[in-house]
């Protein structure tokens, strides 16, 4: 996909009611959220916040419109809008993702330890984390054994479905 193309999806998503808009062939993928998206929780207090950069592999980087944040909340990461490649020195390691949409949290409650933490070794079935989703909270079960390498949300964020969570070296 190429530059312009890239351009004329945003424009097109920012001129129709679209919400979001994923995108994704190979390495490459887009997310691209419009002015009318709300967000995973339920929270209807939604303000736009600052142009996000889009970084194109092999191009200089573009503004495109704003992500969405929640007035109560603190921002969306300005990656909203992203195009990126898979990085070579971490394609060995396996990526735990999200199952559903919800919000992330490291431990069962907020005085109890984090289930992993970086450095940890866990098994296929143990439990890495908790999603909420309509007030319905969900362990997330590992699909895969190995040590944790990094976490990849931060505690108590909004998260989507097959969203990368953890990345985990199976060796």
Request: glycine share 8%.
């Amino acid at each position: 996909m190429t530059l312009k193309e890239i351009q004329e999806l945003i424009k097109l998503v920012a001129k129709t009611e679209l919400s979001e808009f994923r995108y994704k062939d190979g390495d490459v993928k887009l997310h691209i959220r419009g002015k009318s998206y709300v967000g995973g929780g339920n929270n209807n207090n939604q303000v736009g916040v600052g142009p996000s950069i889009i970084n194109v592999p092999g191009g200089a980087p573009t503004y495109g419109p704003a992500p969405v944040a929640s007035a109560l909340a603190a921002p969306v990461a300005p990656a909203a809008l992203a195009v990126a490649p898979v990085a070579d020195d971490e394609s060995h390691y396996v990526e735990v993702k999200s199952p559903m949409i919800g919000t992330f949290y490291r431990s069962p409650s907020p005085d109890k330890e984090a289930y992993v933490k970086v450095g940890d070794m866990i098994k296929k079935g143990d439990t890495v984390c908790i999603v909420e989703a309509m007030k319905l909270f969900n362990e997330i079960e590992s699909e895969v054994s190995g040590k944790i390498i990094k976490m990849l949300v931060e505690d108590a964020s909004p998260i989507e479905y097959d969203q990368p969570l953890y990345l985990v070296d199976p060796s």
